[in-house]
T-cell receptor
Framework: AQKITQTQPGMFVQEKEAVTLDCTYDTSDQSYGLFWYKQPSSGEMIFLIYQGSYDEQNATEGRYSLNFQKARKSANLVISASQLGDSAMYFC?????????????FGTGTLLAVQP | NAGVMQNPRHLVRRRGQEARLRCSPM?????VYWYRQLPEEGLKFMVYLQKENIIDESGMPKERFSAEFPKEGPSILRIQQVVRGDSAAYFC?????????????FGPGTRLTVL
């Protein structure tokens, strides 16, 4: 069965430093997608970045980049130059490939605290 | 372009009452997904709908829960005879296509509290 694992319940990072949030996944599909979402204390879910299983380049979106290591089944999120507003819960998610469904499977999240 | 809209944002119900949660997808999106987030947990998939069709309801509890996405109007998640364990945040997401890199964009969620 598909599964997403986030082993870091919480992380601290100093403002302006980079931080890596870990995510590993398990799937037998050849085609799948990996996503990161941010959930601030206000509760909404904000899409950050996407990586397709066939994409050869690591995805980047501004200060966010996804370190995709397919053989290791990891999809870590790297946030560069952390800002106070980055303090939030971060969820890694996987979309199953093929088939009739398009559902996302979420990890348990990592709570990031950016310190001034 | 307005994002995914959900209402109400907060809903309080007594045990045994019905809860109706509404979701209007982003303009141009015809696929809607409902997820539930229990306290201190990640989101869990409930149901995936297209207009007038339920595509995947594998995450829906067998009883008391139903969902629809009519030809006109918002998608509705309906919970009958609510119990305290239904207290959670319910998120709706929408996407334009089923295949490819169709990112799901989430609404702000409805926080249901059952007294």
């Amino acid at each position: 069965a598909q599964k997403i694992t986030q082993t870091q319940p919480g992380m601290f990072v100093q403002e302006k430093e980079a931080v890596t949030l870990d995510c590993t996944y398990d799937t037998s599909d050849q085609s799948y997608g990996l996503f990161w979402y941010k959930q601030p204390s206000s509760g909404e879910m904000i899409f950050l970045i996407y990586q397709g299983s066939y994409d050869e380049q690591n995805a980047t979106e501004g200060r966010y980049s996804l370190n995709f290591q397919k053989a290791r089944k990891s999809a870590n999120l790297v946030i560069s130059a952390s800002q106070l507003g980055d303090s939030a819960m971060y969820f890694c998610a996987m979309r199953e490939g093929g088939g009739a469904t398009n559902k996302l499977i979420f990890g348990t999240g990592t709570l990031l605290a950016v310190q001034p | 372009n307005a994002g995914v809209m959900q209402n109400p944002r907060h809903l309080v119900r007594r045990r045994g009452q019905e809860a109706r949660l509404r979701c209007s997808p982003m303009k141009g999106h015809s696929h809607v997904y409902w997820y539930r987030q229990l306290p201190e947990e990640g989101l869990k998939f409930m149901v995936y709908l297209q207009k007038e069709n339920i595509i995947d309801e594998s995450g829906m509890p067998k009883e008391r829960f139903s969902a629809e996405f009519p030809k006109e109007g918002p998608s509705i998640l309906r919970i009958q005879q609510v119990v305290r364990g239904d207290s959670a945040a319910y998120f709706c997401a929408s996407s334009p296509l089923r295949q490819g890199t169709d990112t799901q964009y989430f609404g702000p969620g409805t926080r249901l509290t059952v007294l």
